[in-house]
């Protein structure tokens, strides 16, 4: 037996390589060896952060004997979603197809042609709660392959089958207008929970961009009902539990409805998303709270998530080691109990510390702890009333310390293409807007580790790094799209060409290798990418932008800055998804929304001839208007395509602003320039 994950760069490999099980990663090799053995295959997919992934690896992965009848009668490939998320992909889709819901950890069973046969998610390591145990399911596997192996042949045939026959309904001719976005917001509106903030029941995610999209929708139309559900969503989870009080950053989601307890692990595209919506709300109302909110988030990434190599990891773990108990559960870093609180606060500013952050002798987790929290419908100020502001910055401080103490939650260190690209889009602007060279910096360091080691001489990008060394799986479409919208966005901020030079060749690729010619639609893998049982290809925006959102928006910007009418046309196609998605589905295709929005207000183009980061660029940088792009640079520069032609005014710095081939007179006044931005 030789378990092979040894040699891999996903962390989530890592963990298991001295499992018992004789895993392989996917490979080609994989499912040779299946064929040569004459059994299936058993896929398992999981993540770093995946409590349940980590349940179903102790209980039963760890195990000598399940691990025994793995080996003997399956060739067992494990696979990180995140570093092959078309794998992922596909073989989900065919898990929802059969049994109507999906998640982590996915449990696969495949013939030697990587046909699915059967499908499940975690598995106990004996019958319980309706579920057979694991050891079961590979008993009936087992047997149905070697009793009944022309009736799981046939199955699967008719389950690739059936997936290839799956259609999306996308027509690159029909763009979205004023009537499917003004849809898609009553639909949110129809899902939106009023009393607490956000979109549906438990559990309940950060609808990131969504509230992208409310913002630009209330920018362009002035609907007060479309800020007011972003800022209310905002401040409630701002002060929930799903909020790190102490650290910054948000957990993955809710487990209830209120943001009181999240699923604690971190994740960056959270974060890096939530980032950018909190700056941009600070930018549509001035809020105290969403800009400490953008400021908190984008330091904790920056102190918590940043590598050696300066890029950003994936995520940190729900799980760590109790420091009472010495048991490794969920949520134990982050929870605090009274007696907890005295030990490190003294009385009287445990009883303030408790009365602040809701923590109760009842606890609203587990265990009698509490989740840390703000109290809801308060103003930023009000804070500070409760006792003396800089005795509560010392509590904050001295919980902080102590926690540090506690034994830390895993951190994945693998670096994703396009999480990475989220991450610099959200750290340049935050940056720009707060004035925070140290955060631009951060964002420059990030986009300097991807150009220098996920890209190749031809600009293809590699998904994942580690520790410096590169992956050896191909970038998937977010990858190309995300990392043009962080390197589009270090363009408008620095001045610096070169970044929407490199944006251009990956958008390039996108149009070469993603784009269906004749239809618009575009897939998630690239056309000589390795092939699976079907193309994945999926426009839903879910936990981050999809491919093809992220896509639309990135060429839209770089159609804007450029010119490049090959790429505006590819977004505008591209944007047909939305009018058929945005009306039925509207939390599942937000950022798309927010392109649509872009797409009609022009967006506007805005050439500011002066200073990097100096009123004018500043003012520009803080326009509002949906998806307004911004070039900035000296007199007679030729960085930025959008500066040539563009002189001073009277020897002073001017803005120039453009929309749908019809340009403003120029301006030296940043409020004249605010206003056209408005």
Partial sequence: MANRLAQTTSPYLLQHADNPVDWWPWSPEAFEEARERGVPVLLSVGYSACHWCHVMAHESFEDEAIA???NEKFVNVKVDREERPDVDAVYMEAVQAATGQGGWPMTVFLTPDAEPFYFGTYFPPEPRHGMPSFPQVL???HRAWTDRRGEVAEVAGKIVRDLGERQLTHNAEEKPGEDELAQALLGLTRDYDATHGGFGGAPKFPPSMAVEFLLRHYARTGAEGALQMAADTCERMARGGIYDQLGGGFARYSVDRE???????????????????????????????????????ADFMVRELRTNEGGFASALDADSEDPATGAHVEGAYYVWTPARLREVLGEDDAA?????????E??????????????????????????????????RERLLAARAERPAPGRDDKVVAAWNGLAIAALAEVGAYFDRPDLIAAAVGAGDLLVRLHMDDRARLARTSKDGQVGANAGVLEDYADVAEGFLALASVTGEGVWLEFAGFLLDHVLAQFVDEESGALFDTAAD???????????????APSGWTAAAGALLSYAAQTGA??????????????????????????HGLAVAEAALDGPREVAVVGEVLGDLHRTALLGAAPGAVVAVGAEGSDELPLLADRPLV?????????????????TTDPAELARLLG
């Fill in 139 to 141: 008993d009936g596997v």
């Fill in 650 to 666: 009277d020897g002073r710095p001017a803005a120039y602003v453009c929309r749908s081939f019809v340009c403003a007179a120029p």
């Fill in 565 to 590: 009418e090959p790429h505006r046309t590819a977004a505008e196609r591209a944007l047909g998804i939305v009018k058929a998605l945005g009306p039925r589905v509207p939390r599942f295709i937000g």
């Fill in 259 to 297: 943001w009181v307890v999240p699923h604690f692990e971190k994740m960056l595209y959270d974060n890096a998303l939530l980032c950018r919506a909190y700056a941009h709300l600070w930018r549509a109302t001035g809020s105290d709270l969403a800009r400490r909110v953008a400021l908190e988030t």
């Fill in 68 to 70: 025994a009848v793995m």
């Fill in 529 to 543: 990418a390795e092939q699976l049982i079907r193309r994945p290809q999926d426009p839903t925006d879910n936990a």
């Fill in 352 to 360: 303030l510390a408790a009365e602040r952050y809701g923590v109760t």
């Fill in 362 to 395: 009842e606890g609203t987790f587990e265990e009698g702890a509490s989740v840390l929290q703000l109290p809801q419908g308060e103003g930023e100020q009000a804070e500070s009333s409760v006792a003396d502001s800089a005795r509560l910055a010392s509590i």
